[in-house]
């Protein structure tokens, strides 16, 4: 980097806040210009200091990642990294909606914490190699539950109804029985089922059924 990089490390455990600041003051190219222990210490010292980058821990007094949600809306030429234990995945996720651009574990090298500061100061973003794998599969498995869901949404009221009851492991005549019409007027709005939904056969469209009725509070 030919420009120094300034960055604010904000962690209301002050043990590991001095570690964190030994670190990152013996790299060159770096320059920690602020320290604190809250939300507002991280807000009043982005106002003041308009640092490159600021380093949060989520868990810290008024909350990290709302944290980041301010400072990336109210300054956005502050990126913020996210430095934390936590390897839940609805952290990742809802830091990473909140604008950061980095996520690092606690008990990082600090090659790699350091890396990760100089990927977000340049523009690009960072996440520890152990969760990004995950997340990948994480986001895929959303992705696909909301494709899921706009199909569903897609289905006529008495469709909705069949799929429902599929979910239940009604067979047809029971579904009839429960609709008061007929088995072939079922079987029709299966096959409908099976071409609206993408599935292959019924035992498809079953296990999707209950996966939304699971997923909705409605079995």
């Given amino acids: 980097m030919n420009e120094t990089t300034s ?3 904000v962690d209301d455990h002050s043990l590991f806040r001095m570690g964190v600041l030994q670190a990152l003051r013996l790299e060159e190219g770096l320059s920690v210009i602020g320290e604190g222990g809250s939300k507002a210490d991280a807000l009043g010292l982005v106002e003041r200091l308009s640092p490159d980058v600021a380093l949060l821990d989520i868990s810290m007094p008024g909350n990290g990642i709302d944290a980041a949600r301010d400072i990336t809306s109210r ?3 502050t990126k913020v990294v996210m430095l934390t234990v936590s390897e839940e995945d609805d952290d990742v996720l809802e830091a990473l909606d909140a604008g950061a651009a980095g996520y690092v574990l606690k008990g990082t090298p600090a090659p790699e914490l350091v890396a990760a500061i100089v990927a977000v100061a340049e523009g690009r973003s960072y996440m520890s ?3 990004g794998m995950r997340l990948f599969g994480v986001i895929r498995n959303r992705t696909e539950e909301h494709k899921a ?4 949404d897609a289905l006529s009221p008495k469709e909705e109804i069949v799929f429902r009851l599929l979910g239940r492991g009604y067979t ?3 579904i009839a ?3 008061g019409v007929q088995i072939k007027t079922i079987k029709f709005h299966v096959s409908r089922l099976l071409v609206k939904l993408g599935t292959k056969n019924r035992v498809e ?3 999707m059924a209950q996966r939304h009725l699971s997923a909705s509070g409605k079995q």
């Fill in 75 to 77: 300054w956005p030429t």
């Fill in 172 to 174: 047809n005549r029971a």
């Fill in 177 to 179: 029985e429960e609709m």
């Fill in 205 to 207: 469209a079953a296990l």
């Fill in 7 to 9: 960055v604010i490390v």
């Fill in 129 to 131: 190699p152990n969760l």
């Fill in 149 to 152: 869901e706009k199909l569903i």
